[in-house]
């Protein structure tokens, strides 16, 4: 995806990590931040979904910082935010204050709407061409994304607990397909609310129409 991206014009990519290096959860949007400055840019984090007890379960889902609404939401924020705990920093999104204020900013810079449209973009193109259920857009408190002061996603392409989507999230094809799927909606979502543009999700004020 990186690759794809690093062709088009006027685009600069960052990885937060290009090897298996662990780069604690708290810190990948605090480095796409700290990259961004004032500049418009978009943090997307990609990964692969799991749930042991029901293996039949598949498809793709990719999510926006907010509360957690269902029990499926909130089984993902706490699998996503597990790594907190290994390093000592658990977090519990109801009793932590700054989890909650950062919510509560993140509502007020409008942050969440332009997630939620990027969120829409990555659905809709994985559509083209993943075979398991589109699973939607959701929302749920995920740390990785909490401290990404920008339009910002977490992208589930899959359950690696389902054998027959774990082998084909493994092909290489499936791989590129993916990367150019979220590739395209990167770019969509900056064709659509081009830098510099009136009331796009750069200046903090949507538009009527995107309300």
Request: hydrophobic letters at 40%; charged letters at 30%; a negative charge.
């Given at each position: ?39 418009p840019a978009v ?159 750069f200046d903090g ?7």
């Open positions: 995806m990186a690759d794809l991206l690093r062709r088009e014009p006027g685009i600069e990519v960052r990885l937060t990590r290009e090897d298996d290096t662990f780069v604690p959860i708290w810190d990948r949007g605090e480095l796409a931040t700290r990259w961004k400055g004032d500049r943090f997307i984090s990609i990964h692969a979904n799991s749930l042991p007890g029901r293996r039949s379960v598949n498809g793709f889902e990719t999510y926006f910082l907010s509360e957690a609404r269902t029990d499926h939401e909130r089984r993902v924020a706490a699998i996503e935010n597990a790594p907190l705990q290994l390093q000592e920093q658990g977090v519990d999104p109801d009793e932590e204050p700054d989890l909650g204020f950062i919510l509560g900013d993140l509502r007020n810079l409008d942050h969440q709407h332009w997630s939620a449209l990027l969120a829409e973009y990555v659905q809709e193109e994985l559509s083209e061409f993943h075979p398991g259920p589109d699973r939607g857009v959701k929302q749920a408190p995920l740390a990785v994304l909490t401290n990404a002061l920008m339009p910002a996603v977490l992208v589930e392409v899959g359950f690696i607990s389902n054998e027959e989507e774990a082998l084909l999230m493994a092909q290489r094809e499936f791989q590129d397909e993916a990367a150019r799927a979220i590739a395209r909606a990167v770019l969509r979502f900056f064709q659509r609310y081009p830098p510099g543009s009136e009331g796009g999700p004020v949507p538009r009527d129409e995107d309300r």
